[in-house]
């Protein structure tokens, strides 16, 4: 026998689907919630402990011009050439310190950058988001 609800039940996820796709597309992955305190991530939006995120992928580290309190040891960092790609970010949001010592060949290092994110799939869905975020 047929349950007769079900159909409906099918044709308003569809619809939901419809609706919600783009809108869920844009939206923000959980994991950058770890993110915000920190950072904002619309273009032009302002500076707080650290810098804005926006259109960051691709570019070289440390090129927010607003953002006028990169540490010195994430400056040598930027200073040997680092640009962020999947490979860069990845290895940077997994663990900052350890990051910064091996780029920059400094023992100790010091960032108020040290958010780890261990799980590889929340990584992905990070670096996805930060690359929708462009012109
Ligand atoms: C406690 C504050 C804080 C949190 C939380 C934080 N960050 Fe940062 N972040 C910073 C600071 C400060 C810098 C600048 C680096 C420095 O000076 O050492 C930075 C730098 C960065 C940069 C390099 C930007 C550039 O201009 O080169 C990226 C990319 C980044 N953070 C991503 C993230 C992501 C993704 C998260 C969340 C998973 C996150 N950060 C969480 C403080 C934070």
Known sequence: MMFPGNRKIASLLFGLTFLVTPA???????AVRSCVACHTFDKGGPS???????????????SDANFAKYGEDFLAAAGTGLT????????????????????TGK?????????RIRRADERAEIIDYLKSLKD
């Open 84 to 103: 962020w790609t999947d490979d860069t970010l990845d290895a940077y949001i997994a663990d900052p310190v350890p990051f910064l010592r091996k780029v």
């Open 24 to 30: 869920f597309a844009a939206d923000t992955p959980k």
């Open 48 to 62: 707080k402990i650290g810098p804005n995120l926006f259109g960051v992928v691709g570019k070289p580290a440390a």
């Open 107 to 115: 023992a100790s290092v010091r960032t108020y950058m040290i958010t």
